[in-house]
């Protein structure tokens, strides 16, 4: 659960630093990424403003995957100790990262203990942590990306999500080093090719169980490469049974199998008729399948 900061804080992002996170989004279509915002910040009465004047790229050693990501930390410390050199008034205010290749509409659980362990580190320079997610690529391309900000206290156990009227774009210039650049992709576009369309059933699949199904989870299987959904289904019976819907990307249109834990030999029979049969979505999966389990069920106790 995320509160609003409607009157506590405003962001105002120069155009270039949000076009070049856009960029990285273009580069890596298939796995998270990210990097570091740099800035100002200044307190206006009981308002904190937030400057984003640069963003440090995720650096040469930075890991990543469909579902996690991990910065290069010490080429990242070498770019922001020489940009101060410069600008000794430049801060690390905090970090972006993209989930418009996995669907996840929102913060994990894992990125908002990372948050919370950071901003009360003794070494953390100031009391707050701002935290810029990609949440999915816009089909009509203007912005290219929509974008969620977050703001976290030092002793404060709450995150805050920073709506869309306290963000504002703004024509600065960056601030930034350009000969110590040293992306670890090709400078030329073209050479990376175009990026895949977003899939967008997975962000409709992550609202869905969200309101639906919240025993649901988004998870990457290194095994097959392929992200699936799984969690407990309820049946009309009062058991349940665990299932997994897993994307098969195919030749880039993706399609959903789905396949259930149920031991019961009735339900083994529905399962076993699903093995061969693809759905557009996770969601249209589990439906399908859940309705015809209970069927299953009925027509059992109706025997």
């Given at each position: 659960?995320?509160?609003?900061?409607?009157?506590?804080?405003?962001?105002?992002?120069?155009?270039?630093?949000?076009?070049?996170?856009?960029d990285?989004?273009?580069?890596?279509?298939?796995?998270?990424?990210g990097?570091?915002?740099?800035?100002?910040?200044?307190?206006?009465?009981?308002?904190?403003?937030?400057?984003?004047?640069?963003?440090i790229?995720?650096?040469?050693n930075?890991?990543?995957?469909r579902?996690?990501?991990f910065?290069d930390g010490e080429?990242q410390?070498?770019?922001?100790?020489?940009?101060?050199?410069?600008?000794?008034?430049?801060?690390?205010?905090?970090?972006?990262?993209?989930?418009?290749?996995?669907?996840?509409s929102?913060?994990s659980?894992?990125?908002?203990t990372?948050?919370f362990?950071?901003?009360?580190?003794?070494?953390?320079?100031?009391?707050?942590?701002?935290a810029l997610?990609?949440?999915?690529?816009?089909?009509?391309?203007?912005?290219?990306?929509?974008?969620?900000?977050?703001?976290?206290?030092?002793?404060d156990?709450?995150?805050?999500?920073?709506?869309?009227?306290?963000?504002q774009?703004?024509?600065?210039?960056?601030?930034w080093?350009?000969?110590?650049?040293q992306?670890?992709?090709?400078s030329?576009?073209?050479?990376?090719?175009?990026?895949?369309?977003?899939n967008?059933e997975?962000?409709?699949?992550?609202?869905?169980?969200?309101?639906?199904?919240?025993?649901f989870k988004?998870?990457?299987?290194?095994?097959?490469?392929?992200?699936?959904?799984?969690?407990?289904?309820?049946?009309?019976?009062?058991?349940?049974?665990?299932?997994?819907?897993?994307e098969?990307?195919?030749?880039?249109?993706p399609?959903?199998?789905?396949?259930?834990?149920?031991k019961?030999?009735?339900?083994?029979e529905?399962?076993?008729?699903?093995e061969?049969?693809r759905?557009?979505?996770?969601?249209?999966a589990?439906?399908?399948?859940?309705?015809?389990l209970?069927?299953a069920?009925?027509?059992?106790?109706?025997?």
């Open positions: 659960m995320f509160k609003s900061t409607s009157s506590a804080v405003s962001i105002s992002i120069a155009q270039g630093a949000l076009e070049s996170i856009f990285e989004c273009d580069r890596y279509h298939e796995d998270e990424t990097g570091r915002l740099i800035g100002n910040h200044r307190q206006n009465e009981a308002r904190l403003e937030i400057e984003v004047l640069g963003v790229p995720p650096g040469p930075a890991r990543r995957s579902t996690s990501f910065q080429y410390e070498k770019i922001f100790r020489s940009i101060e050199q410069r600008h000794p008034n430049i801060e690390h205010l905090g970090n972006w990262h993209t989930h418009h290749v996995n669907g996840y929102t913060l659980e894992g990125d908002k990372t948050y362990k950071t901003v009360n580190h003794r070494k953390h320079s100031n009391d707050f942590f701002y997610l990609v949440v999915r690529r816009n089909p009509d391309g203007d912005p290219r990306y929509a974008v969620k900000h977050y703001f976290f206290r030092r002793n156990d709450t995150p805050y999500e920073i709506p869309a009227s306290c963000v774009l703004v024509n600065l210039p960056l601030v080093r350009s000969d110590l650049e992306p670890p992709f090709p030329d576009r073209e050479s990376v090719g175009r990026p895949s369309p977003p967008l997975r962000v409709k699949d992550q609202e869905f169980f969200s309101d639906f199904y919240p025993g988004a998870l990457f299987s290194k095994r097959i490469g392929a992200i699936y959904w799984k969690g407990p289904l309820t049946l009309v019976d009062g058991s349940f049974t665990d299932v997994s819907a897993i098969n990307l195919g030749d880039g249109i399609c959903y199998s789905i396949t259930t834990a149920a019961n030999s009735i339900l083994s529905v399962s076993a008729s699903y061969h049969r759905f557009r979505s996770a969601r249209h589990v439906l399908h399948l859940e309705k015809d209970n069927q069920i009925y027509r059992g106790k109706r025997r």
